[in-house]
């Protein structure tokens, strides 16, 4: 039985139908009821207990490549504590999820970070939630990111200064899916470990040398599961799949000490780095300076292209732009994944160049 009918027939039971969800597809002329489970719904990990026997011993525990989900919890839980009065937490022992599905892992976006790109990142945020519960020092729980992460400053398990800004590396931990560890072995915890890590979740970190963002990511296979579905539909897959693959995977790449650009699926050595698209201005671009300089110029921006040679033949080595939303754009290129970096000059200009 494949996925979409073991769902269809879980939630048009006699149970499951009470949880069933109505929806407004686009194009249809009436809502309609949907299963709760369905491509780009939340859904949290389940705590799943394997069945056991009389000596305790698992039967039939679940394979390698299936996990168990519920449904996602809302971000509050609004409960009445001992002293009678309404308090707010991310997580409620009283509630349990009235139902849990079986998937497999490659129907959930958060086993792609397993292929995450290595490098260092920068916290920009702690906002969010976890796709399941954190333990906390005091053995409460939470799903709020900066929630467990104050109590792991508080306690002394992150080096001092930690916080929105700081730099290391991320892997992506397979015990705790859609989940990153955060350390950098360079720096000391309060509690003088080199080995400490912080778990973040991908929308809190970007890269800086043109590695894919975490979050486009997760976004970029939520689109690519999106394509393999339609062409299983029309019963077409094979014959399209390398027509597809070879368009989603031209990329552009950078020399950064010459600007030399060149197109490939991969990268054409150590000192390339990725122009993954940005936008700027509402315009998606490539994030190689002829590109933005382009794109700057239809904006009315003053745009003057440093190349390698006299003329416009050389390689691109830095960009001038002048205008009165200079600062704006230096913004933005600093949040992508640009490999460039930005510096102010004389009145509204900025001079930007490779990584």
Do not use: H
Request: contains cysteine.
């Amino acid at each position: 039985m494949g996925i979409s009918q073991y769902i269809d027939v879980y939630f048009n039971t006699a149970y499951g139908r009470q949880f069933m969800e109505v929806i407004q597809n686009p194009g249809a002329p009436q809502p309609s009821l949907t299963p709760p489970v369905r491509v780009g719904a939340k859904v949290t990990i389940a705590t799943f207990t394997p069945f056991t026997d009389e000596n305790g011993n698992e039967v039939q525990p679940l394979p390698d490549n299936v996990v168990a989900v519920t449904a996602a919890p809302p971000p509050q839980y609004i409960e009445t504590n001992e002293m009678g009065q309404e308090v707010a937490s991310s997580y409620s022992p009283q509630v349990s999820q009235p139902w849990y599905v079986f998937l497999l892992k490659d129907n959930l976006d958060i086993y792609a970070l397993e292929e995450l790109q290595a490098g260092e990142y920068r916290i920009t945020n702690f906002d969010g939630e976890y796709p399941r519960l954190m333990q906390k020092e005091d053995g409460s729980l939470t799903r709020k990111v900066e929630e467990y992460v104050q109590d792991l400053i508080a306690n002394g398990y992150t080096p001092p200064g930690f916080g929105v800004g700081s730099i290391g590396f991320v892997e992506y931990d397979r015990g705790s899916p859609g989940t990153l560890r955060f350390g950098n072995p360079e720096k000391r915890s309060r509690r003088q470990a080199n080995s400490w890590f912080a778990y973040l979740i991908p929308s809190n970190v970007i890269p800086l040398r043109g590695n894919q963002n975490p979050q486009d990511k997760l976004r970029q296979d939520e689109e690519d599961y999106r394509e393999r579905q339609e062409r299983v539909r029309v019963g077409k897959l094979e014959a399209r799949r390398t027509k597809v693959d070879n368009t989603k995977r031209n990329l552009i790449w950078v020399e950064t000490s010459t600007g030399q650009i060149e197109s490939s699926d991969k990268s054409p050595g150590n000192s390339w780095r990725k122009c993954p698209k940005i936008t700027i201005l509402d315009k998606e671009i490539s994030s190689d300076l002829r590109s933005l300089a382009r794109g700057l110029e239809e904006s009315s921006y003053d745009v003057q292209l440093i190349t390698t040679k006299n003329g416009t033949s050389g390689s691109p080595i830095a960009l001038k732009i002048g205008g009165g939303q200079v600062s704006e754009i230096i913004a933005l290129l600093e949040q992508s994944a640009a490999p460039l970096r930005t510096k102010s000059g004389s009145g509204n200009t900025a001079i930007i160049r490779y990584r």
